[in-house]
């Protein structure tokens, strides 16, 4: 009887490529037990593990192929990839590194070194790499695809529209790609070219929820409210429960009428900051943009307080139109121009909206939980193509306090329910996106915690579109915990902070509240991990456990 022969790494790799599993650890581990150092036999083990969702026996066994033979750049590689994967970057970035020392033409390690440099935060360094790659394989279009993301995160997106582009030259079907260049259109202010990107991906997946809710935007943005109701309400009967569905639906709905506008403009606290920061920041020569001109209240600040020249957009046409004509009535048309368009879409130069970058960048974009839609976004691009370096921003900064809350009659409503016996819950799509408003000046409520500060933004450089931070928070009175309640500190400059934990009821924005799906039983001194997190739209927070 002739023994059956022991199979080679050749073999083994052969049935893990045809994703033969099984048979690619059965051949591994018969080359293992005649010659139990070798390197490609461990490192093949390695993967399978990988890909039954054995991660620890992974990483074992690449170190032990690395141990054995540490100069094969793919076993490095493969490190890397599972330590990326487990979101240990730093540990990733070592273990690409190592491969490149070994061989530093290898397009894919680059790739994958500026993955990890960019989950670190590292943008500029993660560029380089994603552009050694593209130097070493210029048609690859995951590398143009890397590149275009982190273009777009630096705020540069004229040359990452441009890669973008460039990799769907190459994979035109590449989905991935049509949502980044619909994403960035969008930001951009380009809403028909959005909607068209948007569309080309939910031709080929029509249950992709990111798609379905950028798509509402961008109708939405294009004053097409019928059509982006249909698109939400088309997502919701796909996926009601989904966060960024709910909330989207709720924004569309909410934003049908802009009431918010009235509230602001009779809000004394929020003019005296603003005012005392822009008399600060204006000089007789200042050239002062604002974003979001809404009454245009605050240009005209910018305006009183000596301003050469003041530019200020709005993208509602509706809201432009009477801004403009309030300024006429004040007499400031002939130092204040009202552009009726996002601020994406401003141009800088001899006769453009700009003539040239602003010495003093002054916004007001901020709703009752802080953030807004894509707020980061607009004011990177802001800085980066509209501002001169080292111009005055206004505001610079802002801090978020929390406390954890118990509030009965206003949790009985959120989200809306059953009332007086009748099931009311068609309603809810009525209330705000997110975070809802509490009044903590006049709302019955009782604090069960001190305030905690939660989260920090500054607004002079660029931040990541999303982030989260854990705080260890004390109970210090005994109730049920119905949600957690946060407001904000807006850091004009140096002197001058709103603070809209104001009670006073000229304040428009009120406070805001996260409520709990489930109430929460607490005692004195117990204590709870708040999860605070934001993301490109909204802030939020959850319990930890």
């Known amino acids: 009887m002739t023994d059956t022969p022991t199979p080679t790494v050749i073999d083994a790799a052969q049935r893990f490529r045809s994703n033969d599993l099984a048979g690619a650890e059965?051949?591994?581990?018969?080359?293992l037990a005649t010659d139990p150092h070798n390197a490609g036999a461990l490192h093949l083990l390695g993967l399978v593990a990988a890909y039954t969702d054995q991660p620890d026996t992974a990483l074992d066994l690449f170190a032990e192929a690395i141990a054995e033979n540490g100069n094969d750049p793919s076993f490095h590689n493969s490190r890397g990839s599972l330590l990326f994967q487990q979101d240990r970057p730093a540990e990733a970035e070592e273990a690409f590194r190592a491969g490149l020392a070994i061989n530093p033409r290898l397009p894919e390690l680059h790739g994958n070194l500026g993955n990890a440099l960019k989950a670190q935060g590292r943008l500029d360094e993660a560029a380089d790499c994603f552009r050694t790659a593209l130097d070493l394989r210029p048609n690859a279009p995951e590398m143009h695809h890397f590149l275009a993301a982190t273009l777009r995160d630096l705020g540069e997106p004229d040359e990452a529209e441009r890669h973008f582009r460039s990799a769907l030259?190459?994979?035109?079907?590449?989905?991935?790609?049509?949502?980044?260049?619909a994403e960035l259109l969008s930001t951009r202010g380009r809403l028909e070219e959005a909607e068209a990107e948007f569309r080309i991906v939910l031709a080929a997946a029509s249950r992709f929820i990111p798609a379905q809710v950028g798509l509402a935007h961008a109708l939405q943005g294009l004053g097409r409210a019928a059509d982006a109701i249909d698109a939400i309400e088309a997502a919701h009967g796909q996926a009601p429960d989904h966060p960024m569905v709910r909330a989207t639906r709720r924004l569309i709905y909410s934003n049908a009428v802009p009431g918010r506008h009235l509230p602001m403009i009779n809000d004394v606290e929020r003019h005296e900051a603003?005012?005392?920061?822009?008399?600060?920041?204006?000089?007789?020569?200042?050239?002062?943009?604002?974003i979001g001109t809404g009454s245009g209240i605050v240009a005209m600040m910018a305006a009183r307080a000596g301003a050469k020249t003041v530019v200020t957009c709005e993208a509602n046409p509706i809201l432009a139109r009477v801004a403009k004509e309030t300024v006429a009535r004040n007499g400031y048309a002939d130092r204040i121009d009202v552009v009726p368009r996002p601020s994406t879409q401003l141009t800088v130069g001899e006769g453009r909206d700009l003539p040239e970058k602003a010495d003093v960048f002054v916004s007001e974009l901020v709703d009752t939980g802080m953030l807004t839609p894509r707020m980061l976004s607009v004011l990177r691009h802001a800085r980066t193509h509209l501002v001169k370096p080292g111009g005055v921003i206004i505001p610079r900064a802002s801090t978020i306090h929390a406390m954890l809350v118990e509030t009965p009659e206003l949790a009985r409503i959120n989200p809306v329910q059953c009332i007086d016996g009748f099931d009311m819950e068609s309603f809810d799509v009525f209330r705000s996106p997110g975070c809802q408003r509490i009044d903590l000046g006049a709302d019955a409520h009782t604090p069960l915690s001190k305030p905690f500060t939660a989260l920090d933004f500054d607004f002079t450089r660029n931040m990541p579109e999303e982030g989260r931070r854990v705080i260890d928070v004390t109970v210090t009175t005994a109730g049920t915990c119905h949600g957690v309640a946060f407001w904000f500190d807006l850091v004009m400059d140096d002197a001058v902070v709103y603070k809209s934990e104001s009670r006073a009821r000229t304040n428009p924005w009120k406070q805001a509240m996260i409520f709990l799906e489930k109430p929460i039983t607490l005692l004195a001194g117990d204590r709870l991990r708040v999860v605070a997190r934001y993301d490109s739209n909204q802030i939020s927070f959850g319990i930890d456990g």
């Not at 059965?26 to 080359?31: D, N, T």
């Not at 005012?275 to 200042?286: C, D, G, N």
């Open 169 to 181: 030259e190459q994979v035109p079907d590449y989905l991935d790609v049509h949502y980044s260049l």
């Open 274 to 290: 603003y005012r005392r920061s822009l008399e600060r920041a204006v000089t007789p020569e200042s050239l002062v943009l604002e």
């Open 26 to 31: 059965e051949a591994c581990r018969a080359i």
